[in-house]
């Protein structure tokens, strides 16, 4: 309850509705021991005095009756209908949404035919209507309200329940021979009801303006019975002349719909957990940097040069270091491989060079990435737009999820050329046409009019890479584009960058958890653990003379070909949490040769110019 007060809090408007609606509500229970006058009591001699009168505080109406006492018990009355009829339409709505999405088939279609039957009426209409029928009157007004609400419940609810019929726990539970009585009640309802909840809030706001509209016609209360709906009715011949009549009514209503709709947007994203972690929060454009300590001076190591670069996760009061200090460059035409398991902060480095990190939660606190010994961490957005993509492209894991789905692929490559340079259209087609040659797609001048879907994983992947040289980029970022795809077309991929990179003269960095794929393809490697470099050197003396153990036990992991039968060795335990990394060596509770020593204080990268490691018991002792 508390983290959900907290969720609910956050949103700031949220917080006002609440404040608002929460006054309201006090007010309304507390009416009955107020000292206030009798709200059905005339005296004509007083009619249509002004606010703040002698014993009048709002002032009185057309029949001389006080209109804060009148107000006051309208509200009260206004409330309670508007939330028993959301209660009521919510009960029925739901039950006809959950029974009609559990059972399916034609129980299905023969209630929603008959839900879809009562929405293809105007819902106010339908609502005089059965008013008309019933009679006028309070309680026959709520019966109106409540019914021309029913069917937006139920057909929510059944759409959420559909997809939940179908889910294994369901058909677990009828394996387990529960009756459906049952499994509605203990399987589907318990995950339908936060929907209902946030429908409910979402709509008794509504409901009471329904209300109110029908009173105003005079449908619903009856003189000289007062809520809010009959003082506008009774005050709207007075508009013109005695205004505070309509004035203050009108106000409250506007207070209690308007709290209520705030505080269900908040309910709603406080009760929907891709809210509540965040993954449905707008990042901001670039990532936030906010360096707590001295900015390394500039080098001239490569074209690009990260050094001692941080980046934090701050969720809560749990701080995760998913970069801690990592330096690396990269030189003009070089590949630079970055090696580690999951989660060893491959991925969060190369987002941070450009501030692609989402923020929140992610937050840069130390370090310079240098572009051409520019601090573009100091850059300003307009600067950073204009070298990504330009300057520094990226190529992304799965192509698929990076490529726009509605959009043809070649006005994707034309719209990147385009967001760099000012070149007509056919000049940028022309260009798309060529990147995609390039790249080795066959039939390019047909291929440029597909949609991202119609193109297999590889084709994609291709589409990727003609994006990512769009511009002519000095540095690549590629985070793991070769993954997803089969073996054959992982090495046709792997090929083609090889080729461009000669070709082109680029900087690689390519990031991945394949030694294969870095022994292909990368001059150097950097082998990350815990979000450090525990490693850094020339590929071929990494391969061959492995000096951190946890080097040595990756490159374990990888199965050969034809050398013979061996074990498939695995690393023992699981990588740290990195918002609670062990003191020293973070590789030491899975490393065999650990001691004392190595979990206690820090450990630097040491060895030769080409050749560093971050181990005080390496496999090998460096040349």
Known sequence: ????????????????????????????????????????????????QRPFSTGHLLGTDHLGRDLLSRLLWGTRLSLAVGIVAALVAATIGSGIGIVAGYFGGRTDNIIMRGVDMLMAFPYILLALAIVAALGPGLMNALIAVAAVNIPFFARNIRGVT???????????????????????????LPNVLSTIVIAMST????????????????????PPQADLGSMLGEARSALITNPHTSVVPGIMIFLIVMSINLLGDGVRDALDPRLRSGALTRPRAVTLVDRRGNVPHADQKG?????????????????????????????????????????????????????????????????????????????????????????????????????????????????????????????AKARAIELLKAVRIPNPESRIRNFPHEMSGGMRQRVGIAMALANDPDVIIADEPTTALDVTVQAQILSLLDDLRRERGLAIIFITHDFGVVA??????????????????????????????????????????????????????????????????????RCTKATEACQQGEIDLAGTATHTVRCIHPEEELA
């Open 520 to 589: 292909q393809l990368c001059d150097r490697v950097a082998v990350m653990y815990a979000g450090r470099i525990v490693e850094e050197g020339p590929t071929a003396t990494i391969l061959e003379h492995p000096a951190h153990p946890y080097t040595k036990r990756l490159m374990a992991c990888v199965p050969e070909l034809g050398g013979g039968k061996r074990e498939l060795a695995a690393i023992p335990g699981l990588p740290p949490v990195v918002s609670d990394l062990p003191p020293g060596c973070a590789f030491a509770p």
């Open 203 to 222: 709509t008794v706001g509504w409901m009471i303006l329904e209300t109110a509209g029908l009173s105003f016609l005079g449908l619903g209360s009856q």
């Open 162 to 188: 559909v997809g939940l019929a179908g889910r294994e726990f369901i058909d677990a539970a009828r394996l387990a021979g529960m009756g459906h009585t049952r499994i509605i009640l203990t399987e589907l």
């Open 1 to 48: 309850m508390t983290t959900f007060l907290k969720l609910l809090f956050r949103n700031r408007l949220a917080a006002v509705g609440a404040v608002v609606l929460a006054a309201i509500l006090l007010l309304a229970l507390i009416t009955p021991i107020l000292p206030l006058a009798d709200p059905d009591v005339t005296a004509t001699a007083d009619r249509f």
């Open 303 to 427: 074209l690009l040069n990260i050094q001692q670069l941080e980046t934090q996760f701050h969720v809560g009061p749990r701080v995760y270091r998913a970069v801690n200090k990592v330096s690396l460059h990269v030189n003009p035409g070089e590949a630079l491989g970055v090696i580690g398991e999951s989660g060893s902060g491959k991925s969060v480095t190369a987002l941070s060079v450009m501030g692609l990190v989402a923020s929140p939660p992610g937050v840069i606190t130390g370090g310079a990435v240098r572009y051409e010994g520019e601090d573009l961490l100091a850059a300003s957005y307009d600067s950073l737009r204009r070298k990504r993509g330009n300057n520094v492209a990226y190529i992304f894991q799965d192509p698929l999820s990076t490529l726009h789905p509605l959009y043809r692929v070649g006005d994707q490559l034309i719209e990147a050329i385009q967001a760099h340079h000012k070149v007509p259209d056919a000049e």
